[in-house]
């Protein structure tokens, strides 16, 4: 294995260039420490087994740097990344803190008239419960009077339980409508392939410093402690919904399809702070995410913006987020709101004009480019999303995956593409000095282009991949975008050492797996079944839920899974009486959990007992480390 290696003279001329195009400097920093009430000098977290699951040391150098960037680090980047490295807790409004640096997101605490209300309880249990210790530490131990989730994704919710064991009894906990479905669906079907992909974004498995990871411009990277859900109790159904929460009042506004499905903000009138969740942070965001969701709708977030601006603008003096830090001042927070709400508006707009002028996706990405207004907006500015990205998912919501060119309905697999790009080029040899003459001439995106085939047409061709590596590599080095920067570093790293080895987990966890309605678990299944196995099979399976009254029938028939609810077949091969306890066993615990449940007679079989073998050997493992730089 290689290390990474410097930048070279091009890189550093590229970025010398684009330092000379940067904004001039604003008040990120002041407000970034504005606030601050205590926190760690250093910061590390433990589970209860004592491996670490949080830990901020490694991203020291940042704060002991100098403000001239290294010659491998994007200059607006490298400011990005420096403003906000203090762990600890900050106020926002009379009577609203934040926890930062906690988690990959911001916990959110609001004192009410007994207690406090915690918005968005970071990713794992043991990060917010040290999140909320640092709070006591500071304000006094309060009880937890209401919890409240601006969003369907985890790293707003998977901490709940590390804060309700300081609950006051049973207490409300509030969500948009549709969190819970969208919560618990988001990553089940195409789960693992989001996760191997995950890894490249965030860069999991590169070193933190100026030749590897630094964050993921949204905050760092995500914790890897236990992982949690509590169904919410009451729901947000529509904007402008108000309540009282432990004597405060939240003013609603719902806006989904923005960065979520399910999302919403929040407006706190009588303390004059507006809380926009991730529909307006100090980054561009993502309307389509590289580790792969379903697209976004730029237009509505658009729009829900401006509307933010309208119900809550007038009466706001400071606007604040899930991640970053808070933007104080009434002109203030309109500028900064009015700029995102324009910037994917933009990104929208454009798209469709070059779209209907006929250009492809790629075309599209290669000509449009921010405004100067909006460039000249250090948080409109490409750290976690990027134009390039977000106007081909713009592209993709219209008009789907397929750009319009015949030649591209049906394109040759990449392996056999690149074996005969190697055969045109008129062999290895010649191809490879192609591509480091390419390389040489500072020309990277071509020469990862003819590396990447001959790494296709010749996995093991030791000179090419690391060719293409050390491509990648600059320009990783580059790239403004921290997520853009994690994907091209760690596909150098893979293709010098090797896929890296992801850990096996339980994506879901157990308690987002008992909200997973049974349906949605026959899906997962139905994404498992291998259809060239069960073609020429048929078989009938009733699923009879003792305690939740649930019927179901299962049918494999025609290489395919398919269920109806609500009765079972007198002519089924096989039925399966069991609690729903018992299918989630089956889900987390695997083939081991099924045997104990059956011998515990949790799970009881009549009919064609062979044929639950045989059902179940139809379905297959998903490959955790797949390959993503070679075929």
């Not at 977000?390 to 592209?395: I, S």
Request: charged share 25%.
């Amino acid at each position: 294995m290689s290390e990474p290696k410097d930048a070279t003279e091009a890189t550093r001329r590229t970025l010398e260039a684009a330092a000379a195009g940067l904004p001039g400097e604003n008040d990120d920093a002041e407000s970034a420490a504005r606030g601050f009430v205590g926190g760690p000098e250093s910061l590390v977290i433990k589970g209860s087994d004592g491996q670490v699951v949080w830990d901020m040391t490694g991203y020291g150098f940042l704060r002991d740097a100098g403000a001239k960037p290294p010659a491998t680090v994007h200059p607006s980047l490298w400011r990005h990344v420096r403003i906000d490295t203090r762990p600890g807790l900050y106020e926002v409004a009379d009577g609203v803190f934040q926890v930062r640096g906690y988690d990959i997101s911001n916990m959110t605490l609001v004192e009410g008239e007994r207690g406090v209300i915690v918005v968005d309880p970071l990713i794992s249990i043991e990060c917010a419960r040290s999140a909320l210790e640092l709070y006591y530490k500071h304000r006094g131990e309060r009880p937890v009077t209401g919890v409240v989730y601006s969003h369907s994704h985890g790293d707003h919710f998977g901490g709940v339980r590390g804060v309700l064991d300081r609950a006051d009894g049973e207490i409300p906990i509030w969500a948009p409508e549709r969190f819970l479905i969208e919560a618990v669906s988001e990553n089940v079907l195409a789960g693992n392939a989001m996760m191997r992909r995950g890894g490249f974004m965030f860069g999991n498995f590169l070193e933190r410093g100026p030749r590897g990871q630094l964050g993921s411009g949204i905050g760092w990277t995500s914790s890897a402690g236990n992982f949690s859900l509590a169904p919410p109790t009451d729901e947000v159904t529509r904007t402008g919904q108000s309540e009282k929460l432990d004597g405060v009042r939240f003013v609603f506004q719902l806006v989904p399809e923005t960065e979520a499905p399910a999302e919403l903000n929040f407006h706190l009138p009588e303390r004059h702070a507006l809380y926009v969740a991730e529909t307006a942070t100090h980054t561009h965001h993502n309307v389509l995410t590289l580790r792969g969701a379903q697209v976004r709708d730029a237009l509505a977030w658009s729009k829900y913006l401006n509307e933010t601006i309208e119900l809550f603008a007038d009466e706001s003096e400071v606007v604040f987020h899930g991640h970053h830090w808070p933007t104080w001042g009434r002109a203030e927070l309109v500028r900064f709101l009015k700029a995102h709400r324009d910037l994917y508006r933009y990104i929208h707009d454009q798209t469709l004009r070059l779209m209907n002028r006929g250009l492809t996706p790629t075309e599209i990405a290669s000509e449009v480019e921010l405004p100067p207004s909006a460039a000249g907006h250090w948080s409109c500015r490409g750290y976690y999303g990027t134009v390039s990205h977000n106007v081909r998912a713009v592209y993709q919501r219209y008009l789907g995956y397929f750009d319009g060119v015949p030649a591209h309905l049906d394109p040759v697999p990449p392996a056999e593409a690149a074996r005969g790009y190697v055969d045109l080029a008129g062999g290895v040899e010649p191809m490879l000095a192609k591509a480091r003459a390419a390389f040489e001439r500072g020309d990277y995106r071509w020469a990862a282009e003819l590396a990447h085939h001959l790494v296709f047409a010749d996995p093991e061709r030791a000179e090419a991949r690391e060719l293409e590596a050390d491509a990648l590599e600059q320009l990783g080095y580059q790239s403004e975008s921290a997520i853009w920067r994690n994907y091209l570093l760690t596909g150098a790293l893979e293709l010098r050492s090797g896929a890296q080895e992801t850990r096996e987990v339980v994506a879901a966890g157990r308690d987002v797996a008992r909200n997973l309605p049974v349906d949605m678990v026959f899906d997962a299944m139905g994404s498992r079944l291998n259809g060239p196995r069960a073609a020429g099979r048929r078989m009938v399976v009733n699923w009879d839920f003792t305690d939740i009254g649930e019927r179901w029938v299962m049918t494999v028939e025609n290489a395919a899974l398919s269920t109806v609810a609500g009765r079972l077949d007198d002519d089924a091969d096989v039925t399966i009486r069991l609690t729903r306890d018992a299918l989630d066993a089956l889900i987390l615990g695997g083939p081991g959990a099924a045997v104990k449940k059956y011998v515990t007679r949790q799970i009881k079989l009549s009919g064609k007992r062979r044929k639950l073998g045989e059902l179940i050997s139809l379905f297959e493992e998903p490959e955790l480390g797949f390959d993503v730089v070679a075929p």
